[in-house]
């Protein structure tokens, strides 16, 4: 199994000590929604945002939108051969269901994700199946609950490699006797290739310590959605005889 | 040099035969935006759109969003051996200039092809560059200016090959002596890769008589903007020695 987490990731809802600020307030009433229960988002709490700690890494909810999109429209993920997080900056874990179908409508995305915040968990129409769940829990609880037999930080401050390089490393782990989908209570093994959820900066010491590997597919500063469909292309390939 | 066609893509403004009905009414309300000048986007206008001629092909910017921001967000794209196009259903071709940042939050990009389509252009802020252009044109007209060797389109209808054998005929067309960026007046030559930019159907048979070779890259119908990722990367991969 291949476990995809999208680390550090932008994505909260609007912080208490913003609330009060006009561009929240705004926008908040724009969309008939309470300030406290809308995704921080940069495009329209910018101004807001310029005394957040750590502001230059939070507010981003596309770059998740996008990096998810890339790893939900592919076969290794049709083929149950991709587990897939989300780690928030405020230690949040989203677990991304096998066979979830995100909306590709900027706007839909983000009113279900501010509706997971809310109840914890999104079900399918039929309540059988667990589409999308939240917990408070922070980056080496997620690690020591997959328990992978390698982690693989991909960051513009790694050494230089390729993605095929990943993808070998991944299946030098990963084998090729690969059925079924992991959750966060299997009995653990594979590789889990880690992609930075924010706009700027890396990752922060805590999380690097828990790489294995830490790798730079491109001397580019590449935005996180191209580092996944790279990646999980490559693993891919080495994984599907016909993709 | 290479060229990518986003063809017949889903990407038009609300047209007038629809103008008048209630869910297009209220979205124009909400935006304070004239209905006539609002992209049409099934996301809002669904119950407008049923009795639209094609519906299944429309009112999905979404889809050239995705595209679009595959293909700028990458080192062939910033080392512009890249052109893009995109040529609408309705016959109107978005010329893309080079080094172009498009906004990342859909809506803003929604207001800003919405700006292209009323004024025809975007400037840079200093006023030396056209970022985007948009023109009346057909897809004959647009192949017949940018005068490829060859022209691929990506289909599911198409002969199974991998993103690596287009990536090889696209080297065998373009060599290695590639550089600087063209534009619909130049010399012509190079190879021109065509994605479809609808949701759903296959390219209409005018489009497809232009196509020296047709490839499906995967037996599984993937969106128009994997294709975008796998193709433009394998691409890189053999034109450039670092990425």
Sequence with gaps: ?????????????VP?????????RT???????????????RSYHHR??????????RGRPDIVH???LEATSIPLYYNHMLSIYVHTMADKVISIGGGVRLPKNYNRFVGLVEDLFS???I???DGKYTLLEIEDMGFNTLIDRIRPSTVIGLSRLGEMKSAEYVA???KGVVGTGISGISTVDDVGGGACIVVGGFPKGTFSPAIRSRFDHTIAISRYSLEAHVVVARVLYEVEKTLLSIC
Excluded at 1 to 13: C, G, R, S, V
Excluded at 16 to 24: D, L, M, N, P
Excluded at 48 to 57: I, Y
Aim: zero cysteines.
């Design 66 to 68: 996008f990096s998810l």
């Design 119 to 121: 109840k914890g968990k």
């Design 168 to 170: 070998s490393t991944v």
């Design 123 to 125: 079900e399918s129409k």
């Design 48 to 57: 807001a945002m310029l005394n957040l700690r750590d502001a230059h890494k």
């Design 16 to 24: 208490e000590e913003i609330v009060w600020h006009s561009a929240v």
């Design 27 to 41: 926008h908040s009433r724009r969309h008939g929604k309470e300030p406290r229960s809308m995704l921080l988002d």
């Design 1 to 13: 199994m291949i476990t995809l987490i999208i680390a550090e990731a932008a994505l909260e809802l």
